[in-house]
């Protein structure tokens, strides 16, 4: 991808560490999604379905609304002390909250360990995508947004197939079973493979003085609207990404009779399509076509793929369309990044936190939700994402401008 020292200023040592970090977190975040109904019927004992919908979409969503609250701040505190302190930090919150919720007897531990995971997870990526756009010039940084966003996409990708396999070997009596029952081991695992990266993270991430703390003034009304709508779009999409997580779960434990690993394999399909549009088609789309004829297709097939999903009564019907739902999530995710950092000015730190935030806001209430109405109807949580989505596409080609971006090579 590079080789050596890049004319910008950003060398290949310290752009794979930064790509390991997000990818650390986000195997930590994934682990747990096709667990969590498993885990809680562990914990909950002879709880009705509803319970354990319930508290799968309330475990998930407090981990998203604590990154909500976290990302912003984190992102202020970088702009005025440096990136590599506060991505340390972050990484290694993510490590200890990894091994106290594999060491979680009840519910409430399990509450607790995912809140302060969120809380110091929202650490790494807004200030990881500082960092980048701090050492890149314009025309490389969205190829570099699309490597991150591949990084946090083969995270959430590995996090899921790690923790159906290793769940496997341990009910199957080839693991040792921990403290915290017959799922501690992913958890654990993922915890040590995080503490491995921190490490490289603080031998190999060289410091860089913080950027002047003066975007604000440079922005003008106009750019302050259209930031509040790519603010207002990333909460959209992410609200149909969290409930798209949640319910598949759901639906594959309870409808489909899937186990953890068949489950796994699902999220790793739709992690390895997002990845596909992020490293082959971001770049060049963003240099041929206007903003607004990639916003509003991609919402658009979002939409489409979560909506059928409910009619989704065997594999192969289920494989199609959480491709298309991947596909346009592969595409939305780094474009709406790429678009804030450009009328960031030099707070990088501040303004891609509040991107992380509003798209952390948005895939919590999108993980509630789901949850919520999973127990009431199971069509309920497909259907309205379903919606929302598609006002978002009509959003995204309403109240965005039409203009190419070129990202150079």
């Not at 005025?80 to 993510?94: D, E, Q, T």
């Not at 979560?306 to 474009?335: D, K, Q, Y």
Request: proline residues 5%.
């Amino acid at each position: 991808m590079m080789a050596g020292q890049q004319r910008d200023g950003l060398a290949t040592l310290p752009f794979f560490l930064l790509m390991a970090a997000v990818f650390a977190v986000y195997v930590g975040y994934g682990i747990v999604l096709p667990l969590l109904p498993f885990l809680l019927e562990r914990l909950l004992g002879d709880a009705a379905r509803f319970s354990v919908a319930w508290h799968t979409g309330m475990i998930a969503g407090i981990y998203m609304f604590a990154l909500f609250i976290g990302a912003p701040l984190w992102g202020r505190v970088s702009d005025r002390i440096g990136r590599r302190p506060v991505i340390l930090l972050g990484l290694g919150g993510c490590v200890v909250a990894l091994a106290s919720f594999g060491l979680a007897t009840n519910l409430w531990l399990a509450y607790l360990a995912r809140g302060l995971g969120g809380a110091l997870v929202s650490a790494v990526l807004p200030v990881a995508l500082a960092y980048v756009s701090d050492t890149s010039t314009p025309e490389a940084r969205a190829r570099r947004f699309a490597w991150m966003t591949a990084a946090t996409t083969l995270g959430f990708m590995a996090g899921p197939l790690l923790g159906g396999w290793l769940t496997d070997l341990q009910v199957g009596g080839l693991v040792e079973v921990g403290a915290g029952g017959s799922f501690s081991a992913p958890f654990f695992t993922a915890a040590a493979g995080g503490a491995v990266i921190w490490l490289a993270v603080w031998r190999g991430l060289p410091g860089i003085s913080p950027t002047p703390h003066a975007a604000t003034a440079q922005h003008n009304s106009r750019n302050a609207h259209s930031v509040n709508v790519l603010l207002l779009l990333a909460l959209l999409g992410m609200f149909g990404l969290g409930a798209f997580e949640v319910a598949i779960a759901l639906q594959g434990q309870q409808v489909l009779g899937l186990d953890p690993l068949q489950i796994g394999w699902m999220f790793m399909e739709c992690s390895l399509v997002m990845v596909a549009v992020q490293v082959l088609v971001f770049s060049p789309l963003v240099r041929r076509v206007g903003f607004r004829f990639i916003i509003a297709p991609a919402f658009l097939a979002m939409a489409v793929g979560v909506g059928l999903l409910p009619s989704a009564a065997n594999w192969n019907w289920l494989i199609l369309l959480v491709g298309l739902f991947a596909a346009g999530s592969g595409i939305l995710i780094p474009m709406l990044a790429y678009r804030v950092s450009l009328n960031a000015g030099f707070a990088q730190g501040e303004a891609l936190g509040k991107q992380t935030a509003a798209a952390a806001l948005g895939q919590g209430l999108g993980s509630v939700a789901a949850g919520w109405m999973y127990g009431l109807a199971i069509e309920a949580p497909f259907w309205l994402t379903a919606v929302l989505l598609l006002a978002g596409a009509v959003v995204g080609m309403a109240r965005t401008p039409n203009n190419q971006l070129s990202t150079g090579d």
